[in-house]
């Protein structure tokens, strides 16, 4: 509608754009958003874009915590038919030498088995160290969630600021990691935890 006014116009209906609508629209306010494509959705859009009946999501391959995420839960996405399907296998490497590919499942007792096997025919040492550090990090999933997804810092925020900051701190010493190792690039930290033998 050419005509048409809004309080608020919001370009593109990406994922962002649909959260900050809602957001917008619950609070009184008249929402315009305007998409270019053929659907919503943006960068979680599903689309058929290899063979038919194989679905992709072209923009993510992994999506963390989207079940934790404030807006799950304030417009009660599930209720209308929102739901995560969590594939059992969640990534894998294949090598041009010949070498087996490597498997990563999800975090799940029976699936840990699987995860196990597939990383022991590279390394048995680094299987063990991607378990239990694996471990570790999930026993603080909804600490971590936390941190992401907190909203911008208000007055009386300070106590729960320095809460989830002495849990980041437990989880790293947990880890095995000290103060020195913060800042450290990624792949010193990967190297002392594991020997690829
Ligand atoms: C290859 C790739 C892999 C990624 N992997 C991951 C991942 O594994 N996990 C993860 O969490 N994130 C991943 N991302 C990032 C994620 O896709 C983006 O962070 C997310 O899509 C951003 O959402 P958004 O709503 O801000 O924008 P978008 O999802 O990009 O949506 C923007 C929308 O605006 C529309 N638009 C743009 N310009 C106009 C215009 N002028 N008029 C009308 N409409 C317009 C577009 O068509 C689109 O629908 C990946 C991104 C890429 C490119």
Redesign the pocket.
Known sequence: MPEATYDAVI?????????LAAYLARSGLSVGI????HE??????TEEATVPGFHHN???????FIDYMPVYHDFELKKWGARMILPDTQLGITFADGRPPLIIYRPDPELDKKTRKSISEHSKHDAETWLELKNKVMKRDHEIAATLYSPAEAEDSAEAAAGMMSAGLELWQDLGLTMNDIGKAPKVLIDRFFCGR
């Open positions: 370009i593109g209906a990406g994922h962002n754009g649909l959260t305007f998409e270019r494509r919503d959705g943006g960068g979680v859009n072209l923009h993510a391959q992994y999506m963390e």
